[in-house]
């Protein structure tokens, strides 16, 4: 069973930056499309930020210029550069595995931007 398992959260104010980390327990990351989703309180589930195996970026409209997902296929690691932090990013954040649609998924970690 592949593992994701991510870090990185914390609190920030606004404007401020953090950096996601993901380590999968597999080699995955240069095979699969990794992602970055996130869930807000009383909010479904969200994708943000994807990658392909061949490295293709693909984000959200909301985060589009402020995130950079980035992976490093030696390490089985994907990250997500957050920059410009707004009130409105404060979610759990999951890091996902695609198989014919998002299959794995870590336990999430808390990001809370404060104004």
């Known amino acids: 069973q592949v593992q994701l398992a991510e870090s990185g959260g914390g609190s920030v104010q606004a404007g401020g930056s953090l950096r996601l980390s993901c380590v999968a327990s597999e080699r995955i990351v240069s095979r699969l499309t990794m992602g970055w989703y996130r869930q807000a309180p009383l909010k479904p589930r969200e994708v943000v930020a994807r990658i392909t195996s061949g490295g293709g970026e693909i984000y959200s409209d909301s985060v589009k210029g402020r995130f950079t997902i980035s992976k490093d296929n030696a390490t089985n690691t994907v990250w997500l550069q957050m920059n410009s932090l707004k009130p409105e990013d404060t979610a759990v954040y999951y890091c996902?595995?695609?198989?014919?649609?998002?299959?794995?998924w870590g336990k999430g970690t808390l990001v809370a931007v404060s104004t």
């Open positions: 996902n595995a695609e198989l014919g649609g998002p299959r794995y």
